[in-house]
């Protein structure tokens, strides 16, 4: 009995497949197929999505190891999604990507007529570009007739609905909409309606895992599957990577290392209010039933590393050159705070307007100065999340578990756990959302119970490499965090929320 996972990610695309005691037997990966419309705007092709996932899954099936799957779960990046015409069945749009900011002055028109707060408590969202709503809105504006008898389906969705021929999604991928309601499990009908739009514009909304159909016939032959296979959605990828690697208990955070980082945290089920609209976090159903995430991040941690890489030689310098310019710096603080705002700032502090910037250079810093800094600086930001997280949920955070490219960095990682005075947890495994798309879907299909998951998971905890915080340079880093990184954050922001204006008024 083997189970398949499915991972619809920014960069690449991946199938997994997974033995019964978690162990991976084959993965295989794609690019995730973007190209420019017309207009210049960045999109992922439907059909080249689906034929990079169809030969991901072929190559992961060789040998004729089709016939053991016991059911299909699917996971992806949350906010990405299409429009597809009901009638045909092909879709009316291209993927349009969670970062693409097409939607930025849309936002404030996607609350309807319903308050900010108000809508917090019902979608545990703030208003923001990346959500699904403002990008169908910008997508009426430019073709006015395009919603009518389309419904809109996430990455995860329409991956589903080409391996069954059935519309549906689950409730973690529809609460990142900024349409759902995650209070009471339904799409929010007075705010869509107060928007023109109509609640058969959505998928029915199923918990993490539902079978929602079984793999049509003939992509069973093309892919050597037996009959009735179930396919699941098993929702957001941050929400199924957390279970896989047993980060769904209070004080222990998943950190998703990668282009952007977040952490997620998970939390019962429960009414949300003013304290937490005010620490910043955004909140959403979690993968695990009877739960929810907080979550916060940033855009640019590893992208802030990439982009000082490009800057700081003819040639990008390569990891190994990186790690290299590192080992000749001191432990602890470098002097230098760096602000990550490459592309603005998120949670805790989400303003678009925000910028990066360099504070503190002197004549002796050199590059890798520079470097240990961006790692601090990226590091201080996901700290101002886990305090926040800390303060609303009144639980003390002391240990991360990390995946993705950012965790073969021992230098980052070390400088990440003396700044947090947490514990990191690596855990062996490279594909947590593959495993854990597979998990969920187990699970809700019935093809898994509870406790072979705790089995699969304890072993991926146990087998994990564990990065001890320094206590020295732990007072050393808060003296740095406390009276630098967060003393600058108003006065800099209040200088480039200026220049903006400015810039707006000309």
């Not at 957001?236 to 952490?263: K, N, Q, R, W």
Request: charged content about 20%; hydrophobic content about 40%.
């Amino acid at each position: 009995m083997t189970f398949l996972g499915i991972d619809i990610g920014t960069t690449h695309s991946k199938a997994g497949l997974f033995a019964e005691d978690g162990t991976a037997l084959a993965v295989a990966t794609r690019p995730t197929p973007y190209h420019k419309s017309h207009g210049g705007l960045i999109e992922i092709d439907p059909e080249g999505l689906w034929q990079a996932v169809l030969q991901a899954l072929e190559e992961v099936l060789e040998g004729g190891v089709g016939e053991s799957v016991r059911v299909i779960g699917i996971a992806s990046m949350a906010e990405t999604g299409l429009l597809l015409d009901m009638e045909s069945g092909k879709p009316r749009t291209a993927l349009v990507p969670w970062f693409d900011d097409r939607a930025r002055d849309l936002v404030d028109v996607s609350l309807g007529q319903v308050t900010p707060m108000e809508r917090f408590k019902r979608t545990g969202l703030h208003p923001a570009f990346k959500y699904s709503l403002p990008k169908i809105l910008w997508l009426r504006e430019q073709e006015q007739d395009i919603t009518k008898g389309a419904l809109w389906l996430s990455a995860s969705d329409y991956i589903a609905y080409r391996l069954t021929g059935n519309c549906s999604t689950d409730y973690t991928l529809a609460a990142r909409t900024y349409g759902f309601r995650i209070d009471t499990r339904t799409w929010d009908g007075e705010v869509l309606e107060s928007l023109g739009l109509d609640l058969s514009l959505f998928p029915k909304a199923y918990p993490s895992g539902h079978a929602i159909g079984s793999v049509l016939k003939d992509v069973c032959l093309g892919l050597g599957l037996g009959r009735d296979v179930p396919v699941a959605i098993s929702g957001h990828d941050h929400s199924c990577a957390a279970l896989a690697v047993g980060a769904t208990t209070p004080g222990i955070v998943y950190d998703s290392m990668g282009t952007a980082e977040s952490l997620m945290g998970t939390l019962k089920e429960g009414p949300l209010g003013e304290a937490e609209y005010s620490s910043g976090l955004t909140f959403g159903c979690h993968v695990l039933p009877g739960h929810m995430f907080w979550m916060g991040g940033q855009s640019n941690a590893g992208g802030s590393v990439e982009w000082l890489r490009g800057i700081l030689s003819p040639s990008p310098l390569n990891y190994d050159e990186l790690e290299g310019l590192l080992a000749h710096t001191e432990p602890g603080p470098s002097g230098i705070i760096y602000l990550p705002y490459l592309s603005g700032s998120a949670s805790p502090w989400p303003d678009a307007h925000a910028q990066g910037a360099f504070i503190g250079l002197q004549k002796r810093h050199g590059q890798a100065d520079l470097l240990k800094a961006v790692l601090e600086g990226t590091a201080f930001e996901m700290e101002a999340v886990r305090r926040s997280a800390e303060a609303v949920t009144g639980t003390l955070i002391n240990q991360m578990t990390a995946v993705g490219g950012g965790t073969r960095n021992p230098y980052w990682m070390q400088i990440k756990a003396d700044i947090s005075c947490c514990e990191y947890v690596i855990p062996p495994i490279s594909e947590s959302t593959l495993l854990g798309a597979a998990l969920v879907a187990g699970l809700g299909c019935g093809v898994l119970d509870k406790g072979q998951i705790d089995g699969i998971v304890a072993k991926q905890k146990q087998a994990g490499v564990r990065v001890i915080p320094d206590a020295e340079r732990h007072g050393e880093y808060r003296y740095w965090y406390e009276e630098a990184y967060l003393r600058l954050q108003e006065p800099l922001r209040e200088y480039y929320n200026y220049l903006s204006k400015e810039r707006s008024d000309v």
